[in-house]
């Protein structure tokens, strides 16, 4: 590691220009507009840009933000604030520098405000100084509950952030305490000093940050209590500042100044050959563990402005050894730009194509070895450098990386072959790595989907969209609908603005989340610049919001609508969580189309799954809520079809991130007359789905057939020829193919590599026979395929899919054997019908009893 001292003496003039935002040509004097139809291209965009017709922008030369307007329902996103009182009417939603077009913050809620305002409005001109404009929020007293509050924001031309007012006012009869604490959301690396709150961008490549301190302006010469007092009729005004910036650094730099005792200083970041070193960061130590990031502009340079004292730096960019220094800021003392000079690049270069030469989207892991670490790339939310992974969206790119010995792993999806290769990365040196991904698996016919994942829109999680398509793309999913949480939206756009749209294929719907069930559903029309975009509002009744989805902006017949995530215990069989059966929401199955029995990752090193032969267990020590019981959804769910209750399995990912959380772990195979995702019809797979014409796995790729038919399908027959293919890429293994006979696992159809190692291939084709099954009663067919000794760490590293086993297995097929028609059985498969307030205790019995 090279280090550097520095003693900043001199004048840097590119510094005090950047923070004081001098230099460069004004813009429109301050504003404030009240948004309509025609416009709305005015709303400032950005990653967490939430404005909508009636909300407020507020403009200077220097900045923009959007103010919320007064409605019943306003919200940035769902996540804002949850619950009944998390609406934030008349709270600052975006901000960003003029014209970036860089929104990173969710909201800013003055006082942590929430719930029903009195009024939002435009201040007149009269009421602010010349060069300033504002937006005010008014709760008065009899919407308060006895305090009036005052929410006034201000923009002011030439400073770079918004001055938030606020008067507290007690008209009521008694004394009362406020905590004056500001809440806002959205934002990454967050802390704290030296009477500033900061915030970063939570990816850093998109070069943001805030900062929020009191201030003594606009007629306030006070700073407030922690806590403040207000006797009837006592009226107290405080000022706030929120800057933004390039980074969190420039944004304290701009908040310091406003509040006064900051001395300015600049850093200028190039590279060996003195290019600007634009993707490097500067972290400076502001007390012991607490670090503030500047991210250098185009020309490399980085402003600060911090209170006197001395300082530990350094600069970071990946693949190149860090430099480290110290400044020291005094009162009266001019200082002075430094410039750093960045050794050489570590970089490794990839291309990656298919077996017909094309470049395709893949996933790179970079796993350390011979004493080098695991990289860390990144947040796991970003798909360019999510902790030890690289996700891309065409094979040709480049990755930064540090000096050392690296195995490399590059896969795509669970179709293509993968390849391993060990490199040594000098110092400044370029690898290259060339490799090509060889689609093994034969899925004619039928295309891999996922109905339900997220990014940044949906409020609860804040993986950037581009990113989630890039995931998508680089585990190889072919259809995907958009279902964020209670938001209309289209990924469209952005698939064909990554140039993905020969490899993914997506129709706007969402995710409609409550209180209680959720329910995933496709194709609804978003309505642009809309709250929510447009989305039908949650009922806390799992059958009310899915007969409204089908009906919502007019009726669909093949609108798709499936529960997410079931408590099965809950919907189907104890609805008021007595711990008695009362059949749950009745009807709830005759109107869905289908229920996730597989949700991101199942725990099979616990024993759960479809073969686990249990509906139910207690949590062990080790796992999250030890102790507690975990419904095993696969095993109620067969308890179900028992019941004579038929609604369909489907697998998700229901990724929230992309590292850990990401796509690819289940994922569900629907039939397809086109094999081209740039073609697919998404009423031929909604239609397909309701036939139940669905295949779920982690891996292998099985296909089934019973007397010709479909799974899904009605078939009449006493004995049935079971055709089944598993095939399996070349980092993933099956060791045994179970039929389950109405839920139960059959031992004379049960066929393992060591019970019959001669049905067992170990090529592509894992297991091809024909099975034949006598029955006796009506029965539902469904065939699993396992690799009970195998797990999934070749192609998710050290992402929470490792763990899986690969499993695979397919709706059921019906078998009449008597000719009258197919009747359920009522089997509960050895085990009570699961309901809440169930003992561990008892369920211990319960399966001690089940062995015997």
């Not at 407020?56 to 220097?62: A, G, I, P, Q, T």
């Amino acid at each position: 590691m090279k280090k550097a001292e520095m003693i900043v003496l001199v004048s840097c003039v590119f510094a005090l220009l950047a923070v004081l935002g001098l230099g460069t040509g004004r813009v429109a004097a301050a504003e404030a507009v009240e948004v309509t139809r025609e416009r709305v291209d005015e709303l400032p965009g950005g990653k967490e840009a939430d404005g909508i017709i009636g909300d407020f922008v507020l403009r200077s030369d220097k900045v923009e933000a959007v103010i919320s307007h007064k409605a019943p329902l306003r919200r940035a996103n769902m996540s804002t604030f949850y619950g009944d009182g998390g609406a934030t009417p008349g709270c600052l939603y975006d901000l960003t520098l003029r014209g970036a077009d860089n929104d990173q913050i969710t909201i800013l809620a003055p006082l942590d405000q929430r719930g029903e305002v009195s009024y939002v409005r435009i201040v007149p001109r009269k009421e602010v100084a010349a060069n300033e404009a504002a937006v005010e929020t008014v709760v008065t007293a009899a919407v308060g509950k006895g305090i009036f509050k005052r929410y006034r924001y201000i923009v002011t031309d030439g400073v770079q952030g918004v001055t938030v007012l606020t008067t507290l006012r007690n008209e009521g009869k008694a004394p009362v305490s406020i905590k004056m604490q500001d809440k806002w959301t959205g934002l990454g690396r967050a802390n704290y000093s030296k009477g500033f709150l900061w915030g970063d961008a939570v990816d850093p490549a998109d070069k943001a940050g805030y900062a929020l301190t009191w201030v003594k302006s606009h007629g306030v010469d006070r700073t407030p209590k922690g806590t403040e007092r207000l006797e009837p009729g006592q009226e107290l005004t405080v000022s706030r500042f929120l800057a933004v910036g390039k980074s969190p650094l420039d944004a304290v730099g701009v908040a310091g100044l406003r509040r006064g005792g900051a001395i300015t200083a600049g850093f200028s970041l190039h590279d060996e050959n003195g290019k600007p070193a634009d993707s490097a960061a500067l972290q400076v130590e502001v007390e012991p563990g607490k670090t503030l990031v500047g991210y250098p502009d185009d020309s490399g340079n980085v402003a600060l402005a911090l209170p006197a004292g001395t300082y530990a730096w350094r600069v970071e960019d990946q693949g190149r050894e860090t430099v480290t220094g110290t400044m020291k800021l005094e009162e009266g003392v001019d200082v002075a730009g430094e410039t750093v000079k960045l050794g050489s690049r570590s970089v490794v270069t990839f291309s990656i194509k298919d077996g017909a030469g094309k470049s395709i989207p893949c996933k790179v892991q970079f796993a350390g070895r011979e004493g080098t670490k695991n990289p860390n790339l990144g947040p796991q939310n970003r798909a360019y450098g999510c902790r030890d992974q690289w996700h891309s969206e065409r094979g040709d790119f480049r990755v930064p990386l540090a000096a050392g010995k690296y195995r490399i792993t590059v896969t795509r999806g669970i179709e293509y072959s993968h390849f391993v290769k060990e490199i040594e990365l000098a110092q400044g040196r370029t690898v290259a790595v060339e490799g090509v991904l060889r689609r093994l698996v034969e899925t004619k016919g039928w295309v891999s989907t996922d109905y339900h994942n997220h990014s940044t829109p949906s409020g609860d999680n804040t993986c950037g969209t581009n990113d989630r398509i890039i995931n998508l793309a680089a585990e190889h999913i072919e259809f995907a609908p958009t279902t964020e949480h209670n938001r209309l939206y289209d990924w469209g756009p952005h698939i064909a603005a990554l140039g993905l749209g020969n490899e993914l294929a997506t129709v706007p719907g969402m995710e409609l989340t409550g209180p209680g069930g959720h329910l995933n559903m496709f194709p609804l029309k978003p309505v642009p610049r809309t709250q929510d975009g447009g989305a039908p509002v949650w009922e806390n009744d799992a059958r009310i919001n899915a007969l409204h989805l089908r009906d919502f902006q007019g009726l669909e017949s093949d609108r798709w609508v499936h529960l997410n995530h079931p408590r099965m215990e809950v919907e189907f069989f104890d609805r008021n969580g007595d711990g008695k059966l009362d059949g749950g929401y009745v009807l709830l199955g005759e109107v869905l189309d289908g229920l996730e029995t597989e949700n991101f990752v199942t725990q099979f090193r616990y024993g759960d799954g479809i073969l686990a032969g249990v509906p139910y267990r207690v949590r062990k020590q080790g796992e999250r809520n030890a102790g507690s019981i975990a419904m095993i959804r696969e095993v109620i769910w067969l308890q179900l079809l028992n019941q004579g209750t038929r609604v369909w399995a489907i697998a998700v990912a229901d990724a929230h991130s992309v590292w850990g959380n990401g796509v690819g772990g289940w994922r569900t195979y629907v039939p397809s007359s086109t094999d081209d995702p740039g073609k697919i019809d998404w009423r031929e797979l909604s239609r397909k789905s309701k036939e139940g014409q669905m295949v779920l796995t982690t891996g292998p790729f099985l296909n089934v057939t019973a007397n010709g038919a479909l799974p899904g399908a009605d078939i009449e027959a006493k004995e049935v020829s079971l055709d089944v293919k598993v095939q399996c890429t070349d980092w993933i293994d099956i060791d045994r193919v179970q039929v389950l006979v109405n839920g139960r696992q059959r031992e004379d159809l049960n066929f393992t590599r060591k019970s019959h190692p001669g049905m067992f291939g170990d090529g592509v084709v894992k297991f091809e026979q024909s099975l034949k099954v006598m029955l006796d009663e009506d029965s539902h067919l469904i065939v699993v395929a396992m690799g009970e000794n195998s797990d999934l760490k070749t192609g998710y590293g050290t992402s929470d899919q490792a763990h899986m086993q690969p499993c695979a297995y397919h709706n059921p097929i019906f078998v009449d054997v008597d000719g009258n028609g197919f009747r359920a059985n009522g089997d509960t498969l050895g085990f009570p019908l699961p309901t809440k307030k169930m003992k561990p205790e008892r369920v211990i019995e319960l399966i001690e009893e089940a062995k015997k």
